[in-house]
């Protein structure tokens, strides 16, 4: 038993149902597969093992309720209107899908709670956005002609998420692209795809059309390939690693589909020796422990001055030292299991290699046996080098590499030095120092004196190689419409392009 009393050896199975054209049932080979929970090591789902011939009938039904159906065609007031609905039925089914997420990542409950939370917001401000949509009509055309920029709905867009936050990434796309009035193929990633096969069955209760959002769950080189090759999707919204990014961009290229792409970052913090040094230190154990540092937002850069480098390295030790790592349904618990096997050893290969390459490390770098469960203890490494493979590749795992600076200019440098521009932040009580980092860090976002705060107001997403494209903020349903410019003339159309006519 565990703290939120659940006798996992004799939970319940869940078997979950794919969703397509409104009608839940099988995968077309009748296939099924499995889930164990990285934090136990039992079984806690089943699901349909979709394939190619799922990937084209969710994308013809979507293609479907896109030319055809009403989705598209009602008023904004009534898509917003569903969409709260649906934003109810996630609140009052938040602790359902936490429970979810929970087993089938290994992520804290107290954290998978926080964000369902986060969740609702993101789609109660999606429906807002709904109605919020216009085009424009400018002023200076002359007294003949009126044009009207429209935003229309790009049409049918395909889903592809990972399993590191299966609900909020999803969040962070779905509600913006119903809002904008598009319809949806969705695939969530195979090792989390609970969370978004129930929110199938609450997306039909609220009254979605058929067909306006279909689930399937496969593998990233059948149904994943499928989706970005195909001819009848006009837009694809991927979340998950540069590489993968890149062949969704070469597959993508058959039609020229418009392409939105949230990748991988290998963020830094720079903490100067005049800022808060205890908050600063709490902000870099949260911003790398972090969901096991399975975050595309990880500050696994700690880029420290070296005036108070050493004094800085001993407070990250003290409280790496209580962070509550173990079960995740234990609420008091801030670090969780890590995803899968490949994903302990790419962990484990890149400290081999920072060790190997003399990087120190502080505490950790070793696995913890617990559950009969993934566990790996979280890290320090002190005396990296941006050279290190460690500081410049995505680990993907609780690990923070420490570098130091003697000028800002210099830190500004080494955090640069990547080819990621996801997030980027700053530590110090210098507004000065503050804004000329705020202005210089490559980033799609600057944290100053904060980390990984965010909000459905602002966007979210990166420059360079950690993407393409915004989600969230008050343009989020913007990149799920094309413009279309429509000219009118009045009164008589003097002159003519004949001559003489
Ligand atoms: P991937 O980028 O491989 O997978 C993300 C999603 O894309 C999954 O649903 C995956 O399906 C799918 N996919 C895989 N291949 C293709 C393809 N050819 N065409 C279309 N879709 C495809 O991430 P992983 O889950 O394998 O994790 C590997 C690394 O990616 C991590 O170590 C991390 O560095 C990074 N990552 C970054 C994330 C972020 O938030 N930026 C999120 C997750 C991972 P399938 O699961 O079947 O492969």
Known sequence: MNALNIDLPKLEVRRYSQLVDGKSGEAM??????????????????????DVADAHAAVAAARNAFDTGPWPR??????????????????GNAEELAMMDVLESGKPISQARGEMAGAVDLWRYA??????????????????????????????V????????PFVILSQKL????????????????LTPGSSLRLGEMLKDAGLPDGVVNIVVGYGNTVGQTFAEHDDVDMISFTGSTQVGKSVVRAAAGNLKKV??????????????????????????????????????????????????????EKLAELTARVPVGDPLDPETRVGAIINDAQ?????????????????????AERIKANAGLYYAPTLMSGVTRDMKIAREEVF??????????????AIGIANDTHYGLSAGIWTSDHDRALIAARDLRAGTVWVNCWMDGFSEMPFGGVRQSGLGREQGAQAIEEFTEQKSVLFHRGPRAGRWVPGV
């Open 29 to 50: 080979s009748g296939e099924r597969f499995e889930r164990r929970s990285p934090a136990h090591g039992v079984v806690v789902g089943n699901y349909p093992l979709a």
């Open 74 to 91: 009602m008023s904004a007031r009534e898509r917003s209107e569903i969409l709260l609905v649906i934003s109810e039925r996630i609140a």
């Open 127 to 156: 429906a807002g956005q709904a109605r919020s949509l216009h085009g424009s009509v400018p002023a200076g055309l002359g007294q003949h002609m009126l044009g009207l920029i429209e935003r229309e709905p790009v049409g049918v």
């Open 158 to 165: 395909a889903m592809i998420t990972p399993w590191n936050f």
């Open 175 to 190: 509600p913006f692209a119903l809002a904008a009035g598009c319809t949806v193929a969705l695939k969530p990633s195979e």
């Open 260 to 313: 939105a792409l949230e990748l991988g970052g290998k963020n830094p913090q720079i903490v100067c020796a005049d800022a808060d040094l205890d908050a600063a230190a709490d902000a870099a154990v949260f911003g790398v422990f972090f969901n096991v540092g399975q975050c595309c937002n990880s500050s696994s850069r700690l880029i420290v001055e070296r005036s108070v480098a050493k004094r800085f390295e």
């Open 344 to 364: 302990m050893e790419k962990i484990e290969g890149y400290l081999k290699g920072a060790i190997e390459a003399g990087a120190n490390p502080l505490c950790g």
């Open 397 to 410: 795992g609780p690990v923070l590499s420490i570098l130091t600076f003697e000028t800002l200019d210099e």
